[in-house]
């Protein structure tokens, strides 16, 4: 009997994926899983329970708390106290939930994972690459820029065809437990707090400048929970708008800057993740995203380097940040490239 897996997180969207999965594989041995990640999930483990017994499917859980605390909330911590600005979902994506989740599943006899992300699957260049989800405001394919190329076989993307109004919808006509749970929110671990009041628990204060043009015009606590690009919440008066152009970590510094002077046509993945080969990239149209709800623009040339994928944009960006993701698209939506901006 083939047996098949749910990655089911208590919300809508995979309950709907196990019910999907459990319809249309009747002869198969559907088992939902729910991964234990941090211990503010109590609520999330609870609906995951109501769920599978809804629809009368085995429940195991995965307690992976120790790996997600040191590769996605360390990682976390860590960035921030060096000035950068991290993404934890798409790194939590690539080690966690579609890694090691992933590996210890499939090497149970698991022959396929399914989760509930907004994203697709298809096929360039006779490679197999994630795709955007049909929902442009809910599709979830940045956050798998990093994934491992060789996961996408194990793994499958049920609700890349539907928007989540049609899963909402058939939910309540289904009457699953979570037809009406609302949104979660995207780092999971925060539990709706914001992240520098959650990084204080980690990071201890730390009394450095704001410098603008060259001159010390304020203090802060610390440079962590700045990122490059914000206006609001600085805490400093200069009678204009001025915002985070860069973060110096050594000298503990928040260099302030005009709106003018955060653009940028150019920004560099370090250990870029590929899709596809690197001459088969370079013969591609692409469009390239260095924010999750940023807008693509097209790129005007790569070039491979020691120190990672340099991308160049036929315009520029606002507020570029290191630390977050860059992802690479075609204008049709095949996810090609991500990396880590440097």
Known sequence: MR????????GVDSSLVAHLVKRQNPDARVVAFTLLLHDRAEEDLESARKVAEFLKLP???????????EKVVDYFVNSYARGLTPNPCAVCNRLVKLGEAVD????????????????????????????RGLDAKKDQSYFLALLRP??????????????????????RELGLPTKDRGESQDVCFLGGERPREFLKRFLPPKAGYFLYKGKKVGTHGGIFGFTVGQRRGLGVRLGRPVYVKALDAEKNLVILGDREELYSDRLLLKEPNLFLEPEELKG?????????RT????????????????????EPFFGVAPGQV??????????VAGGIIG
Request: glycine share 10%; proline share 6%; aromatic share 10%.
């Open 3 to 10: 047996k098949l897996a749910v990655l089911l997180s208590g």
């Open 59 to 69: 429940h195991e859980v995965v307690d992976l708390r120790k790996t997600f605390k």
């Open 104 to 131: 210890r599943i499939t090497s149970e006899g698991f022959e396929k994972v399914y989760t509930g992300h907004y994203a697709r699957k298809g096929v360039l260049l006779g490679r197999e690459v994630p795709m």
């Open 150 to 171: 060789e996961v996408l076989k194990k793994v499958e993307f049920p609700l890349g065809d539907w928007t989540k109004e049609e899963v909402r919808k058939a939910a």
């Open 284 to 292: 591609l149209t692409l469009l390239g995203q260095p924010r999750y």
């Open 295 to 314: 807008a693509p623009k097209r790129v005007k040339s790569l070039e491979f380097s020691p120190e990672g994928l340099k991308v160049v944009f036929e």
């Open 326 to 335: 860059g992802a690479l698209y075609t204008p049709q939506g095949h996810l």
